[in-house]
DNA sequence: GTGATATGCGGAT
DNA sequence: TCCGCCTATCACT
């Protein structure tokens, strides 16, 4: 069945001239970039990035809105990509290339922690920017980041070659975990069940970005567990957030 | 209406 | 380490 190509938006009106009309062979993800195969070697390569998004819906296809960079169309509905920071064609060969820059995806079956393990175990580089690193680790962002330290009771500054390799099985297995959870529900939900504001007879949080979080986005805000103000700071541009008391460790390491 | 912010990342400095 | 990309949403005027 060929599916439909349009770019409304124009951006990306070659390419959705080239898709127009081909059967979508196969889809592969690798940590956060999408890949769609068009037969010959050739696959659309898409990364959503910070803004983008991909939304889906029924037959009839609607007129679009605002700045829909690709429409695909099939018989059992569409799919409106708009903002991505990538949606590009790739040559024969490129998809290889794509693969072997990133690291082990905890959601892939081929993934081996091990790989990852080798680079941070040698890095003085804090775990907490490790993670971030899609050469290190593909997959996890920003939220997952600083879930998985809260959730593994590590202190965000710990240098990478100071974890041992308890604390890496364990933040591996937690990712993988978490990350299969959030392909499920659609959401990132990162917060234990006797945790949650019901369980532990608190009022009901409002955060916005659509899970249960224990730490991200919740700066000055109490620990869900033991009361202490979550910290932030700006580590490589991105907001982190942790508990001071929870991922404090023995060992203290310097503040990240 | 305006401005800040966002689950990211490449390139310039 | 900072900037800019690119789009939508939300808090605030």
New binding site residues.
Partial sequence: MPVRAESP?G?FAAGALQIDGQVLLDADAH??HLLLELGDDRWLHI?????G?CTFGPPPVPAP?????LRLMGANGYADL??P?TCELLEPGDKKALHDRLGPDPLRADADPGIAWRRISRSRTPIATLL?D?SIVAG????YRAEVLFRQGIDPGRLGRDLTFGQWTAIWADLAALMADGMRSG??DTVHPEHTPEAMGRPPRKD???GEVYVY?RATMPCLVCDTEIATT?L????LFWCPRCQAEPDPPAAP
């Fill in positions: 938006q951006r940590g956060k990364h959503l990035g910070i803004y998004t809105t605002g700045a829909v960079r708009r903002g920071a971030m899609q996890p962002g920003n939220i959401r990132i916005d970005h659509g986005r700006v490589a541009g991105r907001n």
